[in-house]
Each structure stands twice: as C-alpha cells, then as structure tokens.
C-alpha cells in the first residue's frame, strides 16, 4: 500500500477514497531546490553585460539588420562580423542601448531627427547606406522594407522613452529652414548651404569625394543624377576642388590644361559621367572655380 504522502512526489499518489491521483494534484513547492534556467541573467549578444529585464530578444529578421547596421557605422562591428552576426540573430538577447545607438548612427548617417524623417529620406541616401554594407549585411533588403524596419524599431524606442527628437544647434525657431548635405550628415540653415543644381558641380564633389575615399564610385554614380534638389556643405567644395588639384598636380586651378587631368582622375570621371573627356573636364573645373566665389579666397594666386 502507498502512504498518502510519499517522500518522493515522482511516485504515484494513492487516495483511499478516489484511488490514484497525479501528483500535480498537490501544489508542491520546491521553488527554493529547484532549477529554473528562466532565472539565469541572459548575457547580451553585444556587450556580453548582463542583459535588463526590458531587453529585447531577437524574432525579426529587420530588426537584426537595423541593429546591425547601426553598429558597423559606429565602429562598434566590422562587416564581417555583422555577417556572421545575421546568421545567427535568431533569439538572440540584445540591450536596449544598441538598438538606441543604432538608431542614432543610422539617424545621424541619414540627417534626420525623427522616426518620420525616415519616411521621406531620399533614395540616393539610403541607397549610400546600403551600398555602404557592401552586400553583406543588407543583403537581400529592398529599401522599402529597409525603411520601413528603421521607422518601426525607431518608433517603438520613442514610444518607450528611449530616444528624443533631436534639434541641430542651428535651429533656434521653427521658422529656420534647416537642410541636410547630401555628402554628410550635417545640417545648417539653408542659406549656409550650396544648392547642388548642375551637374557639372555634382561631378567635381563627387570626383573629390572619390579621391578623399569617402565614396565608392557605386555610390557617386547613385548620387550623379538625384530626382530632387539637393544641399551642399560649402566645405565640400573647397575640399573636393582641392584633391583634384593635388591629385593631379595642377599648379594654377584658373589654367587647368586636359594634359594635365591624370588617368586616374579621368577613369573616375568616365564612370559616373560617360563620354565626358579631359577638354570638358578641364573647362568645368575653371568654371568650378569661377562659379564659386568663396573658394577664390582659398585659391588665391595671380591670375595670367
């Protein structure tokens, strides 16, 4: 015969009146013996801290490349490791910190201060970012769905207090007009900025942007001929202009002669601007320099 209350609960229970019983029928506690993994602090797949109860854990593929991509632009991972990061995301326990920094890298990359802003960033911009990736990471993501994932963990954050909408400094009332540079992530009042109309402009920041290794040349090719205005910092100018000139080792930017214009230069030129050739190259730098006033200052040297 069983004893009503055996020493193990794993035998079975006998109850004179009602015959066996299973042993969940007594709420038991052995919470203080037992081992309950749920209990365990997770580690964070970033940090490797002790994740927060807040924290979130992986279940959504755009997440994973939101979170991703923020952290190559702030350094904190290499693309390589990015990829290998994407194959295995899956459940994976994250601080709610790097989903904020992430937020704020992409933010500051893209110039904007809002989860709305996303909605109406331009494609050349996004596709600078995505391209930036170089395959890996956004692999296989339409900047639709790219958008679309950035506004979503942008939001949640917001709605959880994570992030705040951030102001440029240059912004002192709503009625300043801030516009952002299409090369940077800066933002000024749009009267400090160039307007970026011609392309004759556009070729010669991108060309310097090529040479500084701040663009690909995939990249200045997306950006050649944009489907909407676009904003200039008038640094860019200045320094742009000038690495053709070194590159080059033009001695009088007033007086740009086509023997002068490298392989170099002119197989960049090329790409993003077909059928352009050294005499019209040439010409569109002097008339950079002309254009710009500004620069006149920077490249002041008698003129013959």
Known sequence: MYS????????PILDHDYGFLNEQFFDIDNSAFSWNSARIPQKCSICSENCPE????????GDAIVLLIGQVLRGSFSLKQADNFRKIWR???ICNLHFSESIDAIFEFLGITKPCGILACSEEMMNVLINRMEG????GISLKRFKNCVYKVALDLENAGKISEKFPETSTSSSVKISYCYLCPNGEKR?????VKMQEARIVLLIGRILLEKLTIKEAISLFNPSESLFSCRFHYSESFEKILNTCEIANPYKVAPWELTKEVMDLVTAIWPGIDENEFSRILKWFLRANKFLKVRFSIDKV
């Open 4 to 11: 009503r209350y055996p020493a193990s609960t794993n035998q």
């Open 54 to 61: 807040n924290s979130k854990t992986l279940k959504f593929e």
């Open 91 to 93: 459940r994976q326990k």
């Open 136 to 139: 890996t990471v956004a692999q």
């Open 191 to 195: 009267s400090e900025m160039r307007n």
